[in-house]
């Protein structure tokens, strides 16, 4: 029950606005003075607020103002049968929802209660979920909060509830796949099958077969009927993983189906009709596909009714210590490790790598990571990936290199530049050994001898 302060100084319009909003099932408190109406908000947090703009003593927007500064949440609905044009666009930036001009009608007033309370209402729902989501790390399969992740889990709540196609795109790696389990498994078809069907893992010839099913005798080797893909997921859903690598006859057989839902076996002239809510995933741009004639465009709007794109790793980082973690938790388990977490030293290594394979090359890395780790943490130099070496000594050895014809000493040189990073190393970690060779990607003993060869404490 929604309640609601009415403020009007003119005491017939404030007893016929109380009859009727107490008859539409509304909790109505009613005063005929701005300053109390003050102190009424400061006492009961009303969810909408009815005020006159013209008061004596106290204007309705001063209690408006006040209003929005007590709880600014609260809906306001300006009346005045005085108010100006300049008053009603002030009322308005005050924050108020509406005005509403006297002499006024009842269906006319009950219909902007009724909208501005339901929009109240969705965004207080969309702010809970947004409070909720802030603290989730685990989304189904997802692991992130980035606020790009955000989005995306507000996006699968609100589609999962529709039966609209959804087409994914992403690069290679980016979890695609899990994005559509998501939607499959917070949607009422959670219980039906979530048929997943790699379009280019399949030959052409064999594509409508996999797809439709066949009957017996429809070509050679077809020795019995055979249900296809689509109708095995019937009432639930189908995952179109590489979309754009299906050739144009497909398309076209696969247009009828996301249109009418219907399609026919092989070798069949019998329609069968499905159920199924169509997910698309693609790592290449469909759009120039279409305008470079491989891709249908009529297909395409078919699928792409609502789109996500699932962010590269690289865009948000700040996942990477929450990726790494559960990766580790997940592999030191498979391989019965005592290993907990990832050094300090190992997460910054990994920091300024741009993970060109995203999410699915984390993984493979700390799998390798957690294989041939000897200690119970993952420490840099478990850490084995020739990419990022190469493209790490790439960006940082981009040197003003200066050789005098009277030449140098290039022992002597080398040796500075080594006794620079190892003190610079010491001085970061307060003299600690041991996290000044992890930074140095060397072992402890190794950090010991060179020390002792260039004389240094």
Not at 110 to 134: C, D, F, G, P, V
Not at 189 to 216: A, Q, W, Y
Not at 407 to 416: I, K, R, S, V
Not at 427 to 443: Q, S, V
């Amino acid at each position: 029950m929604a309640k609601i302060l009415v403020a009007d100084d003119d005491i017939s319009i404030l007893e016929f606005l109380k009859e009727m909003l107490a008859k539409e099932g509304y909790k109505v408190s009613c005063t005929d003075d701005g300053a109390k109406a003050i102190e009424m908000l400061k006492k009961i947090p009303y969810d909408l607020l009815l005020c006159d703009i013209r008061m004596e003593k106290i204007s309705g927007l001063e209690v408006l103002k006040k209003a929005k500064e007590l709880y600014p949440n609260i809906v306001v609905i300006m009346i005045s049968a005085f108010a100006t044009t300049e008053t009603a666009v002030e009322a308005v930036r005050l924050g108020a929802y509406d005005y509403i001009p006297k002499p006024f009608k009842i269906d006319e007033i009950s219909q902007t209660i009724r909208r501005a309370l339901e929009r109240k209402t969705l965004a207080q729902e969309k702010e809970a979920l947004e409070r909720e989501l802030k603290q989730t790390v685990h989304f189904g399969n997802i692991v992130g909060n980035s606020p790009q992740m955000m989005k995306i889990y507000t996006l699968i709540l609100q589609v999962a509830k529709t039966k609209t196609n959804v087409l994914i795109s992403g690069e290679s790696g980016t979890g695609k796949e899990l994005i559509a389990e998501a939607i499959h498994s917070n949607s009422d078809r959670r219980d039906r099958p979530f048929v997943v069907i790699n379009c280019g893992g399949i030959p052409e010839t064999l594509m409508e077969s996999e797809l439709c099913g066949h009957k017996k005798g429809a070509f050679t080797g077809a020795i019995d009927h055979k249900r296809g893909l689509f109708e095995i997921a019937d009432g639930g859903t189908v995952f179109l993983d590489e979309i754009g690598e299906i050739t144009p006859p497909i398309q076209i057989k696969l247009l009828r189906l996301v249109q009418e839902k219907v399609f026919k076996r092989v070798g069949d002239t019998e329609d069968i009709s499905v159920d199924i809510r169509i997910i698309s995933a693609t790592n290449k741009d469909l759009e120039k596909e279409v305008i470079e004639g491989r891709f249908r465009e009529d297909l395409f709007y078919r699928l792409n009714v609502i789109h996500i794109n699932a962010p590269p790793l690289r865009d948000r980082h700040e996942d990477l210590p929450l990726l790494a973690q559960h990766f580790l938790e997940k592999y030191a388990k498979e391989m019965e490790k005592e290993i907990s977490k990832l050094s300090s030293y190992a997460l910054d290594m990994l920091s300024r790598y741009d993970f060109p394979g995203n999410v699915r090359e984390l993984e493979n890395m700390i799998e390798r990571s957690v294989a041939l780790s000897t200690t119970n943490i993952i420490l840099p130099e478990s850490i084995t990936l020739s990419t990022f070496k190469r493209d790490t000594m790439a960006k940082s050895s981009t040197l003003d290199i200066d050789i005098s014809l009277s030449g140098f000493n290039l022992e002597e040189t080398l040796n500075d530049m080594e006794k620079k990073y190892i003190k610079k190393a010491l001085e970061t970690t307060t003299d600690n050994k041991k996290k000044a060779a992890e930074i140095l990607g060397i072992n402890l003993r190794s950090l010991r001898y060179r020390l002792k060869k260039l004389k240094m404490k």
